[in-house]
């Protein structure tokens, strides 16, 4: 559902349950959830989130200035540089040996780190995915793009980006399923959006996750 308030458009999405309230909450990635009691009406459920309208606008507003510009990456040999991995932040010697490296073999180490890390986890997730949509890959490569998380080709050959070991399971799945359906469906029709939606049907939530934080996951 969405509203429109002054020059804003405001997108949430509903859940339905047990309850005699209506809340609204907003998640870190941005998105507006409304857990609204079963049976509601989208009128009374819209006019709830037009009450609050200045609220998730200032919110979302403050979410995103705190999303701009990240620092610059440390590469500290006492490991306190901070590096996202699965969805989390982790301690450079927490994913790589830092004892007697120079900054220089750091990052290497650390590309070279996310670069397996990634070729396992999409090797582990696939599987299921691919026989769910019948979509079978010749051939699946770990590369490394400035603009894209995946791609699918006319010979069936996938490839993702290896900072996607950076991101949350949930968020490689997406890029996972998306570049799957490429199999059946090369361009974004109609047709391949259903067939996105009917193995993950939250895949809007997934790919805004990887919209807005995408520029921290970064070298």
Known sequence: MNIQHNDHTIEFHVEYAKRK????????????????????????????????????????????KAREAPKPKEYKKDGEGEFLYLGRRCRLDELIPTEGRT??????????????????????????????????????EIIESANKWGSCDSRKRLNF??????????????????????????????????KLGSILPDYKEREAYLNRYGNFMVM
Request: charged share 25%; with cysteine.
């Open 161 to 194: 980006n290896y900072l996607l070991a950076m991101a949350p399971p949930y968020a490689i799945d997406y890029v996972i399923v998306h570049e799957l359906c490429h199999i059946h469906h090369m361009n974004h029709d109609r047709s391949f959006w259903r």
């Open 103 to 140: 900054e220089e073999q750091l990052r290497g180490d650390l590309k070279k780190f996310y670069f397996s890390s990634c070729k396992k986890i999409v090797n582990e997730r696939i599987g299921p995915y691919a026989k769910q949509l019948k979509a079978e890959p010749k051939v699946i």
């Open 21 to 64: 309230k209506i809340y609204v909450q907003i998640e870190p990635n941005g998105l507006v959830t409304v857990k609204a009691p079963n049976g509601m009406p989208e009128a009374e459920i819209q006019a709830a989130v037009a009450q609050q309208a200045d609220w998730i606008i200032e919110t979302r507003s403050k979410q995103d």
